[in-house]
């Protein structure tokens, strides 16, 4: 979400259960400017907010040149004092997943992890059941990194790929129809495309390559992990990911403004495939 737009937006989408009080959101624009001059980034925006037991962690990144690769996270608990969000460590992308606790609020605080003999989320076997630790701080980037490279989204068309390799925003886009905007095809996955470079070629009669270097979000598995629903007679359509419930992508039909926001306690529903498809 756009620093620009974090007043209006914040107000608009607490209709629709994503609540950040008044206050707070006055503090964030505030806050957000201060971190962009700090940094001279060019665009700063609000990621969202991870709930935890004693203090909720806001999360925020900014970019100087590319809106992709360039991507530098920050979080606060407090919304006015900012620390630089690590990278998410190869331990702690192992251990968060297996972490059922709620966030305590406390970067420093160091959890224990139980792993039983028949876990293979170490890629090894286990003869014994042994205890490992992850610092919050450490959960809390691979959290971030793993909501992002599953449900962050934007409208097709809303990214541009020069031909030098940066992407950065298009300053042409003019939004999504209302019709293209209840296609999910036409939201793509906001992080380095998995998929090969000809995957849309082959699906799409429109392609360019400029718009369209990103994942679509009709790929995801399993079919239906996303729901659209559209807001205001259809100027607005809300994408809500099942798999991390509390992500939003908005986009307002036929105007350049969209974005998404998570606000949530960082867990992930593992058991969507049976939920949606029963046996």
């Given amino acids: 979400m756009n620093v620009d737009s974090i007043l209006n937006s914040l107000d608009i989408l607490g209709h629709f259960g994503i609540i950040i009080s008044t206050e707070e959101s006055m503090v964030l624009y505030n806050s957000l400017l201060l971190l962009q001059n700090e940094n001279h980034f060019r665009k700063i925006y609000f990621w969202g907010r991870i709930d935890g037991i004693e203090r909720d962690y806001y999360i925020v990144y900014g970019y100087v040149k590319d809106a992709l690769e360039g991507r530098i996270y920050y979080y606060s608990t407090n919304c006015v004092d900012w620390g630089l969000l690590p990278l998410p460590t190869e331990n702690g992308k192992i251990l968060t997943p297996l972490c059922t606790t709620k966030f305590l609020g406390d970067p420093s605080n160091v959890e224990e992890i139980l792993i039983d003999k028949d876990e293979t989320a170490l890629g090894k076997v286990l003869h014994a059941s042994i205890m490992r ?49 209840q296609e999910i095809k036409c939201f793509l996955h906001y992080r380095t495309p998995r998929q090969k470079w000809n995957t849309n070629l082959l699906t799409r009669t429109d392609y360019n390559y400029a718009f369209d270097f990103l994942d679509t979000l009709d790929a995801d598995i399993p079919e239906g992990c996303w729901t659209i629903q559209e807001h205001d007679s259809g100027s607005m359509v809300l994408l809500q990911s099942l798999y991390w419930p509390g992500l939003v992508v908005y986009h307002y039909t036929d105007t350049p403004r969209y974005g998404f926001i998570y606000l949530g306690n960082g867990q992930k529903v593992l058991d969507l495939t049976f939920m949606l498809n029963p046996l």
């Fill in 133 to 181: 630790r992850v610092k919050e701080e450490d959960r809390l980037s691979a959290t971030v990194y793993f909501i992002s490279e599953d449900a962050a989204a934007v409208p097709r068309g809303a990214l541009f790929k020069r031909p030098d390799g940066v992407v950065v925003e298009n300053l042409n886009f003019e939004g999504l129809s209302y019709l293209d905007s």
